[in-house]
Structure formats: C-alpha cells, structure tokens
C-alpha cells in the first residue's frame, strides 16, 4: 500500500549561506494492507521528515514514493490533495483549525470532504468523541480553547473519521491518560484489521511492542548518523 | 481509486503586463481545476493584484491567454472574447470580492437590493422571488434578516465584506476571485470570514483564487500556493508544501518573517 524507493531528501537553506543539509539517503521501505510500521531512532534522526515527506508537505528530492498507485514524488497537486481526502490520512501532534468551527464539525470534515451526508457524518463524529471521552458539553465549541490532551483527542477523532486505506500517526498516544491511550490502540488495531497500512512515530514503547508488526530505526538512513 | 479531471476551470498561459517599462507580472502559466482553491502570495508589488486583474478581465493583459471552461462552449479565451461576451461571463460564472467591500457594493442602495440586483442582472425579474433569494444569502453569511432594508453605509466593516460576498455567490459563479477578502478586519472578524468562505468554497464545489500576504489565511483556505516576486512565480506548489518546505530564497525568507503568536 505504502511503497518507498530509494527516498533521499536535503534541505538548501538559501539565508543561512546556502547550507545544504543531507537528511535521508537511501529510504526503502514497504507497508502492506493491515500492517502497522514503526519508525524509530534518536531524535534528529528523521522520522518526522520522513513522515512527512509520505504526506507530501516536505518535497522528496529523489526515489518514488507510492501510495495507491500515486508516486507524491511526481504528482501534481491536485492528485496529491485527492490522495488525502480519499486515499491517506494523518494525525499530527498538533491540531491546526480555523478558529471559531465546532468541535463536531471539525471531525466531521473530513468525511463532508469525501461526499458523506452531513447526518451521517456527524453522527459518527459524535460516536468518536464519545469514545475518546470528550464531555458532550464541549462539542459545540471550537477546540482552539481545549486543554492539550482534549485537542490532540480531537486530533485523533478527526483522523480516523474517514476510513483511510492508508494512515500516518505521529505520536498518537503522547500526554493521553491510561483510558484513552487504550481507547487509540483499540482505534488502531480496528483500523489495521480492516486494512489500513499505518507508519507511526510511538514514543510510547508499550504502545509501539502492542500496535506495530515492524520498526525501521531511521538513523540507517540519516548520513554521518549511521555507525 | 485516483482519477484526474480532464479540463481545468481555468488555464493562465504566459500572461504579462507592463506598466511602460515597468513589469507588472511576467509570463505566469497555471491550470485550476473544479473545486480547487489558489493562494497567491508576495510582498506589496510583487505583482500579484495585476495577475489577479489580469485573469479577472479588468486589466487587458499585454500577452498571454486566460482560457476558462465555459458552460456554453467548452474553453474559450477571456482575452480576445467580445466585451459583452466578457463581461455576460463575470455576471454569471465569475465573482469579485475586492479588499474594500465598498469596492464591490453599490453603496447607495439597501443591502436586499444589493444582493437583488445581481440577480436581476441575469435575468431575475420576479420581485417575491429575488426578495426571498436575497433574504437567504443575507442569513447565510450571518447578517441579520431585520437589516435587508438597510444601507451598507450603516454596515460594519466585517458586515460590509460579507454582504460584498452574498452579492457576488448569490448567482451561483463558478470562479471566485478575492483579492485580501480579509484585510483591514480584525482578528475575530477574520476568523469568521474565514469559516463562512471555506463553508461555500466545499458546500458550492467553487473554484477560488485568493489573493493576500497573510500566510495563514492562505494555510487554512487554500489548497495549492504560488509565490510572487518582482511580478514572476518564484515557487508554486500544495500550500502547505510550499509553507513547510519552501525551496526559493524568498519563499524561505518570507515564511521564516512571520512572527510566531
């Protein structure tokens, strides 16, 4: 489902004496359906580069990058913005949103983007949030003004609305208490048994030994940080 | 799973602009598909309100073609079709929201009658029906029904530019051009704007292009970026490519100008 070839990746700081900074050289990797992937690695090593370049907001200067027969590599934009609303979801650390939209709308976006009714798509917005125990009361209001566990909860309703072939997790489980880490997993494990292929940055070792068939430590691919 | 639309919406092709000696902007070429929103950034100068007149049809471009897909006759060139044929096409399929709202309001008459008279402009004649029309969009962006007999004069600013979008969408326009819809508001008053456009853009399937120097307005409405420099597209790209990783000296230097709140 994921397919990475030969993935290199630099960044030119044109203000900063034109540095040229080798981050990845040599990324090959492969997620199938329903397998789950781990990245690891000391920080610095690149996961998040990676990660992100698999979502296609850093640019890939060389090899393919294959999700659902779309190289991001090579695609124009607007393949790649069809590729995330249908094909590839993420779940950042961060939630970013435009100030003022409702919590339930907020989740539910991402299946409105996909063409789904707005009953049906509130209604399972109201079923996540329900399980990831955020109260009732607050979904009406805009999440910008949640504590930081209640917007990364919301982060993850929002990300696994729609039912992506293919998903990117980063740090899913990070400043979550124990109930609703172990609500996360139980989305996770019922995301792969339908069939998503997953990569995920888990700092959480328990989480990564319980969710991810695999880990690729990242630092294999980092120049000068390979022993 | 993954299939690509075949006619852009729009096509630019080499459009340039000369102001004498001066370059306005120079040979910028894209496509816009059905649905997608673009953001055009730079600093003041850089060309990017020219561009935008320039595909508008306000300004005549002095090379290059604007191809847009019309309903009648497929893609046609905006540049050398008739002037009543141009100008037919930005009642109907094209919209302009200009930064001063009153830019883009007839500022003498009520606000219901600004919304009418768009309609009527298409042919709308049934008085009942244009009322009932304009009384609609008027809920839809938020103002208040007791105010349709109101002028805009008596408006607030973020009022003003929201009454300026429910006179240009109300006849259902294909292509929304905006240059800095939200300038000049304050932040709350933005923030609303912001929601209220995204809303439309999805719910309508618009196709938008959005001119501004704000970069976080173009992160949370605009799909794909271009980046302007002395009236040349120095980077385009998805937005938040472009904003995460962005490859050109002034692309870098201008996202890394933003004051972090």
Redesign the interface.
Known sequence: MIELNNVAKT?????QGSAVIEVLRGVFLSVAQGECVALTGASGAGKSTLM?MIY????TQGGAIRI???DLVQA????????RR??LGYVSQFL?V????PTLDVVAEPL??VGVPPDAALARARSLLQQLNIPERLWTLSPTTFSGGEQQRVNIARGFAHPYPAMLLDEPTASLDAANREVVLALIEEAKAQGTAIIGIFHDEAARARVCDREIDVSGFTPGMAA | MIHVDPLPLLSVQGVTKHYGAHIGCADVSFDLYPGEVMGIVGESGSGKSTLLNCMAGHLPPDAGGVVFDTRADGPRDTVTMSEPERRMLSRTDWAFVHQHARDGLRMGVSAGGNVGERLMAVGARHYGDIRDKATDWLDRVEIDASRVDDRPTTFSGGMKQRLQIARNLVTGPRLVFMDEPTGGLDVSVQARLLDLLRGLVRDMGLSAIIVTHDLAVVRLLADRLMVMKSGRVVESGLTDQVLDDPQHAYSQLLVSSVLQV
Do not use: C, K, Q, S
């Open positions: 960044f030119t700081l044109h203000n992100r296609g907001n850093y640019l659902g027969g779309v124009e934009p607007r393949e790649i913005i069809r590729l249908e094909v970013r435009v100030p003022r939209v409105r983007a």
